[in-house]
């Protein structure tokens, strides 16, 4: 959950996570060495009177600043095709979790087990706890196991919604007669709070995702309650 003049990204709890921090760095780093270049280049420019009438037919010039902006891609292209690739790469869930939005709320059913579903509204204002964060919480938690690969399937009833979870780097709209799918696996238990990130109406804003990770001991006393 992000902190009161937080201004870099929710901490890791999902490898994916991981993987799009540190492209954010590599990223970040490159944008970095450029724009110190090129305010450096601009320094020199405006603060030299030396002419140089040889760079006039440069050809050599002419390649170099061709090819730089090209090696400059492929150092970014190559990361992120790479995230990419691990991002979208199916692999056997053991657990299959799927989610419906509504006009303004998420309902979870397990596919694996059975009569297992459920509504989760936010939790008014008025009605929260201490140090329970306001418009974040639900009166129902979506729950799963931690370090175990949870499949997740998306779709609405009504009109476009937004599963997204910053902290776990996954976020898949919610499409009506359309099936989306994500696999994701958590490092730690831990709650973790997201948001529709689709605006889908009036009470847009009032729709969050509250799911907690708990170990597989945990998960299985809470299974076995419905």
Not at 5 to 23: D, G, R, T, V
Not at 214 to 226: A, R
Request: contains cysteine.
């Amino acid at each position: 959950m992000a902190e009161p003049a937080q201004i870099s990204l929710h901490n890791a709890a999902s490898p994916m996570m991981e993987e799009l921090l540190c492209f954010h760095d590599h990223a970040m780093t490159m944008l970095t060495l450029i724009g110190t270049t090129v305010m450096a280049a601009l320094i020199i420019t405006l603060s030299t009177k030396l002419d140089n009438t040889s760079t006039t037919e440069a050809d050599h010039l002419e390649s170099l600043w061709t090819l730089l902006p090209i090696i400059i891609l492929i150092f970014l292209a190559s990361p992120s095709m790479r995230t990419l690739y691990l991002l979208e790469d199916p692999e056997c869930p053991h657990l299959t979790i799927k989610t419906m939005g509504h006009q303004w709320y998420w309902s979870y059913e397990y596919s694996d087990f059975t009569d297992v579903e459920f509504d989760s509204y936010m939790i008014k204002e008025q009605d929260l706890e201490n140090g329970t964060p306001r418009l974040l919480e639900t009166d129902n938690r979506m729950v799963f196991p931690t370090q175990v690969l949870v499949r997740l399937l998306i779709s609405a009833e009504d009109v476009l919604h937004s599963w997204t979870l910053p902290t776990l780097g996954i976020k898949a709209d919610a499409v009506p007669g359309r099936l989306n799918q994500l696999v994701f696996s958590t490092t730690r238990p831990g709650v973790f709070y997201g948001q529709c990130s689709e605006i889908c109406g009036a009470n847009h804003s009032f729709m969050p995702i509250a799911t907690e990770s708990v170990p597989m001991e945990h998960f299985e006393n809470w299974i076995s309650t419905w």
